[in-house]
């Protein structure tokens, strides 16, 4: 397990963030999933569109990418 740092983005800019989770490296793509869910849930199709929800470890490194909107 460990800490991974979720954050929603257009891909140019990754200030956004939207928590931390301590995971398996698994369940990783599963929360990302979830919240792209979550936040899609509350705005229509052209505003989502070309964001992500990214998660990266604890080292940096980019563990997924989430389009929002193909949770939809």
């Given at each position: 397990m ?10 140019t800019?990754f200030?956004k963030?939207?928590g ?16 792209a869910r979550q ?12 964001l992500c929800v ?11 990418v989430v ?5 939809h």
């Open positions: 460990q800490k991974y740092s979720f954050g929603l983005t257009d891909l800019s200030e963030p939207a931390e989770y301590t995971l398996d490296a698994a369940h990783v793509a599963r929360r990302g999933r979830q919240i936040l899609a849930r509350g705005f229509p199709d052209p505003v989502i569109a070309g990214v998660a990266f470890d604890a080292a940096g490194n980019l563990a997924t389009p929002l909107a193909t949770v």
